[in-house]
T-cell receptor
C-alpha cells in the first residue's frame, strides 16, 4: 500500500540555524503534499503545502521543495526560533486514493535557545 | 470557540468496555475523518465520511465503528476495547467546495485501555 517515510525522527538545532526534514512517498499518483505542525496538547495544523505542478513554495521562513521524479519532498525552516519546537508531519494525498492522506511518522524538532 | 471539538479529552477504560469518542464541528464541512496517532507511526486513518450518508473504512478500521449523526457530528466507537487501542485519537474535517485537501484537526482524545 501507499507509504510515506519521514526523516529524521528527532532533530535538535540551535536557535537561528536552519532545519530540514525529508520525506519520500511510494504512490506515484500522489499530487498534494502538506506539512502539519503539532504543538503539545493540540491537533496538527497545516503550515504549508505543495501541489505536484510546483517544484518549490515559500512562506516567510518556511519552504517546501518537491522532486516528483525521485518521489521526495522536504521542509526547510530558516532562522529557527524556540516557538518552532513541535512535531512536524509530512503527508501525501492523491485523487486515486479517494483524497485519503497518508502521513509520515513525524519529526520532533527541538530549537535550543 | 474551537471549530472542531472532541469529547472526552482524556479517557481511561478497561479491557472489554464499550466506549464512544465524539467529534463536533462548526466549520460546515461535509467531510470528516477519524485518525489514530501512535508514537513513531504518525497518523493512521480509521474511518472517513464524505457526507451524512457516506461512511468508508480507512487503513485500520478493525475493532472500530463510526456513526455520522449529522453533518456536524461524527462519532467513533470501540465496541470492546483492548489495550493496543491505547492511543491519541484525532477527528478532522475538510471542505470539498473550498480547498478539498486541507484538513482541520480537533485537539485530540487520549484513550488508555487497561
Amino acid at each position: 500500500g501507499e507509504n510515506v517515510e519521514q526523516h529524521p525522527s528527532t532533530l535538535s538545532v540551535q536557535e537561528g540555524d536552519s532545519a530540514v526534514i525529508k520525506c519520500t512517498y511510494s504512490d506515484s499518483a500522489s499530487n498534494y503534499f502538506p506539512w502539519y505542525k503539532q504543538e503539545l496538547g493540540k491537533g496538527p495544523q497545516l503550515i504549508i503545502d505543495i501541489r505536484s505542478n510546483v517544484g518549490e513554495k515559500k512562506d516567510q521562513r518556511i519552504a517546501v521543495t518537491l522532486n516528483k521524479t525521485a518521489k521526495h519532498f522536504s521542509l526547510h525552516i530558516t532562522e529557527t526560533q524556540p516557538e518552532d519546537s513541535a512535531v512536524y508531519f509530512c503527508a501525501a494525498m492523491g485523487v486515486s486514493g479517494g483524497f485519503k492522506t497518508i502521513f509520515g511518522a513525524g519529526t520532533r524538532l527541538f530549537v535550543k535557545a | 470557540d474551537a471549530d472542531v471539538t472532541q469529547t472526552p479529552r482524556n479517557r481511561i477504560t478497561k479491557t472489554g468496555k464499550r466506549i464512544m469518542l465524539e467529534c463536533s464541528q462548526t466549520k460546515g464541512h461535509d467531510r470528516m475523518y477519524w485518525y489514530r496517532q501512535d508514537p513513531g507511526l504518525g497518523l493512521r486513518l480509521i474511518y472517513y465520511s464524505f457526507d451524512v450518508k457516506d461512511i468508508n473504512k480507512g487503513e485500520i478500521s478493525d475493532g472500530y465503528s463510526v456513526s455520522r449523526q449529522a453533518q456536524a457530528k461524527f462519532s467513533l466507537s470501540l465496541e470492546s476495547a483492548i489495550p493496543n487501542q491505547t492511543a491519541l485519537y484525532f477527528c478532522a474535517t475538510s471542505d470539498p467546495s473550498g480547498d478539498p485537501y486541507e484538513q482541520y484537526f480537533g485537539p485530540g482524545t487520549r484513550l488508555t485501555v487497561t
